[in-house]
């Protein structure tokens, strides 16, 4: 219960810093376009409401992540081939994107009991911080196979390796890289694997890059959530 309360003060006061930047920033939009209204184009107008809107969104993806983190979740526990999930949730990812992916999948992999939703959220988050990072182009690897009675996944991404402080802080609640980050998805990411009693983990590629293993038991975890 300690750890808990210390987590939840973390991160009360790191939102309040998080909301209150954009907050800031809209002060201050609208503090420059009264002061210039006067002379302001329908098209200066214009640009002046995406501005805000894009602070908005800002806020609004870190009240839903917020949401998501703190949220029990209740598994809906549904048996499903785990190659096709991979498959499905990765490549609606990259219907829109110029990134190679390649599948190397273990066919005979059993079929286990998954929180579908949770898991396709998580394998998404993953890819999309793949393409971020890798920019334009690159490669992304989507291996599985059975390792020791647990099903092992891994994703392997062309990128830049993750620097040592990256890399400890990496699952951390609001640790990020990515400006436009919110620091809770890699959270969330961990969260969702651990309540099918897995493992998840990074590590660099020793050739340049990323990789994400993931160890999902194949036995049915407990009805109901964590």
Request: net charge negative; aromatic share 8%; glycine share 8%.
């Amino acid at each position: 219960q300690a750890d808990l309360d210390t987590t939840w003060k973390f991160i009360s006061a790191r939102t309040a810093h998080k909301i209150g930047n954009p907050i800031f920033a809209i002060r201050g939009i609208i503090k420059n376009y009264e002061e210039k209204k006067e002379n302001l184009t329908d098209k200066d107008i214009l640009s002046y409401m995406e501005r805000i809107k894009e602070q908005t969104d800002r806020i609004n993806a870190l009240v839903n992540d917020i949401k998501e983190f703190g949220r029990k979740k209740s598994l809906f526990l549904k048996e499903v081939d785990i190659n096709l999930l991979l498959e499905k949730a990765i490549g609606e990812m990259l219907v829109s994107v110029d990134t190679q992916v390649i599948f190397n999948l273990d066919i005979s992999l059993p079929q286990i009991f998954v929180y579908a939703d949770g898991l396709t959220d998580a394998f998404q988050e993953l890819a999309k911080n793949a393409i971020y990072f890798m920019q334009q182009g690159g490669r992304l690897t989507v291996e599985s196979s059975l390792v020791d009675g647990y099903i092992t996944i891994k994703l392997s991404n062309t990128g830049p390796c993750l620097s040592e402080d990256t890399e400890e802080h990496l699952f951390e609640p609001f640790f990020t890289t990515n400006p436009q980050g919110t620091g809770l998805g890699l959270t969330i990411v961990k969260k969702t694997i651990e309540e099918h009693n897995g493992t998840i983990k990074a590590e660099n590629i020793e050739e340049g890059g990323v990789r994400f293993i993931i160890s999902l038991p194949t036995i049915k975890p407990k009805e109901g959530g964590v």
